[in-house]
């Protein structure tokens, strides 16, 4: 039996091949957002994988069963061989999605790109003021480039995702966001509070809302939904911090998405690197006895692994105990049951944490190589 028809059973259930994977091409990226997911300890240029071992990834990604792809990073446009890339998942039948800052996206690069089979683009936005988003994403005139690369994608016929992760330096804003997705024929918008690993931790002072911000911003959102109905879906993303549950987190771990970071680490999420655990390789095996035969995604798959409250609780089935990132990062240990939960024993951590939001302080501690706390 081929490995990629193996149906393995961990934890008791017959795993499921991967719906996603998320294709993290390079940390580099000329934007230094302060939330940004990926891992303190950025993987530099010299360690990235070739074209070729991508071309072999996404190849064992498709024999996997993944549907659907995302270029990400990063910014994936740094990678030059960004066009062959795209062009390669499409021929092996994946759906191919670019998540992109636009900051480096011009006409010439996006006609490329659509002649190469892609099929979405997804673009993240900081705030709907100019100056204010330039201040964020720590890039001056980013605002004004991705204004301009939403009517690049648009003019080339693809369709457009808006991304903007809130946040309380640009919660008063959101009418307008919901504004300018509408005006750049987005037919998506991705509310997303921030969520508080990667970068976004060491800022969580700078931009954790208080419940009063987030009640206002789940309020327009609806009302928007109702207005913006068959013009703009609007997806929203609350944060975990208010919550009485917590999310399932990438649909459960190891059940869903898979994920390769720049110099081939195969993870089940994107801030699994935040975890003390060994992540195998994508250089020295295949997708399919990563995704099946690994002990790093065996760990937390299913319910097999499961602490009380969550191993007796009837929404372990649901959320999956939460997020295993977060968990670690409260209390050291992500086998603990995530304290987004009100049941988690470690619920008083989280609740002590959202004094942040009442914050003064608006620095940010941008991203950027070497500049971890
Ligand atoms: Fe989810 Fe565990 Fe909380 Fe139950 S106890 S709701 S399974 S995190
Ligand atoms: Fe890693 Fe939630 S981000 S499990």
């Known amino acids: 039996m081929s490995i990629a028809a193996d149906t393995a059973a961990h934890a008791g259930f017959a795993v499921a091949p991967p719906l996603a994977m998320l294709a993290e091409l390079t940390h580099r990226c000329p934007l230094r957002c302060p939330y940004c997911s990926n891992p303190l300890e950025l993987e530099r240029a010299s360690v990235e ?7 072999r990834i996404f190849s064992e990604a498709a024999a996997l069963g993944v549907l659907q792809v995302h270029f990400s990073g990063g910014e994936p446009m740094a990678r030059r061989d960004l066009v ?3 062009a390669h998942a499409a021929k092996v039948g994946l759906y191919t999605n670019l998540i992109t800052s636009g900051v480096l996206l011009d006409r010439a690069r996006m006609t490329e790109l659509a002649a190469a089979g892609l099929d979405h683009v997804q673009l993240s936005f900081q705030d709907a003021d100019a100056a204010s988003a330039d201040r964020i994403a720590g890039f001056d005139k980013a605002h004004a480039k991705k204004l301009a690369a939403a009517a690049i994608v648009r003019e080339a016929g693809l369709p457009l995702t808006m991304n903007a992760v809130m946040h309380k330096q640009n919660l008063a804003r959101l009418p307008e966001i919901v504004e300018l997705a509408v005006a750049l024929g987005a037919s998506r918008l991705e509310v997303a509070h921030a969520q508080y690993y990667g970068w976004a931790l060491p800022n969580r002072s700078a931009l954790l809302p208080t419940y009063a911000m987030l ?8 009302a928007a939904r109702d ?4 013009v703009l879906a609007i997806d929203y993303v609350v944060p975990d911090y208010y919550a009485r549950r917590p999310k399932a987190c990438m649909g459960g771990w190891g059940r869903q998405f898979i994920n390769v970071s720049p110099a081939g680490k195969v993870l089940p999420c994107h801030a699994a690197e935040t975890l003390p655990m060994d992540f195998p390789s994508a250089l020295k095996s295949s997708l399919a ?7 790093a995604f065996a760990r937390f ?3 097999d692994w499961m602490p009380d409250p969550c191993r007796s609780c009837d929404r372990r089935e649901v959320d999956w105990g939460g997020c295993r990132c977060q968990a670690f990062a ?3 240990d992500a086998a603990r049951t995530d304290p987004a939960c009100a049941l988690a024993p470690d619920r008083p951590l989280l609740d002590a944490a959202r004094d942040d939001a009442d914050s003064p302080v608006t620095d940010f501690l941008y991203r950027q190589i070497g500049a971890a706390p």
């Open 49 to 55: 994988l070739s074209t070729a071992d991508w071309m």
């Open 84 to 86: 062959e890339l795209v």
């Open 215 to 222: 009640e206002r911003a789940t309020a327009i959102v609806d």
């Open 227 to 230: 207005r913006l109905k068959g």
């Open 289 to 295: 006895e990563i995704w099946y035969r690994s002990d």
């Open 301 to 303: 798959r299913g319910t």
């Open 330 to 332: 409260f209390t050291g």
